[in-house]
């Protein structure tokens, strides 16, 4: 299970889309807990969409990877960038958030 431990967390607001090609669909408010000195994981942060959906990441200098509930363990993600045309939206495979007030390093 992913735990984010209770020291170093910051939390920020922010709009969550999914992606579907050259489109972003269904805008949500989330929240991004960050941990920046995560113990196992180096950076390490959860998504929790208004709808409830809950999303782990992690990037421990080898790219950054997805908690599975449905298979409990990581897995890579294959694609990271900056939506086309929206500078501040930021895609991890069909999954998008506004990093316009959120800090990336």
Not at 6 to 14: A, C, I, V
Not at 40 to 46: H, L, P, S
């Given at each position: 299970m992913v735990n984010l431990g209770?020291?170093?967390?910051?939390?920020?607001?922010?709009?969550?889309?999914?992606r579907q090609?050259?489109?972003?669909?269904?805008?949500?408010?989330?929240?991004?807990?960050?941990?920046?000195n995560?113990?196992?994981?180096?950076?390490?942060?959860?998504?929790?969409?208004?709808?409830?959906?809950?999303y782990y990441y992690r990037n421990n200098g080898e790219g950054i990877e997805l908690w599975s509930h449905l298979t409990q363990q990581w897995f890579k993600i294959d694609q990271v960038n900056w939506f086309p045309g929206k500078e501040k939206i930021l895609c991890w495979d069909n999954f998008c958030a506004e990093w316009s007030e959120l800090p990336l390093a």
């Open positions: 209770e020291s170093d967390l910051q939390n920020y607001q922010t709009i969550c889309y999914q090609g050259d489109k972003l669909f269904s805008p949500e408010d989330c929240i991004v807990t960050i941990e920046f995560h113990p196992e994981n180096g950076i390490a942060w959860e998504i929790v969409a208004r709808s409830g959906q809950r």
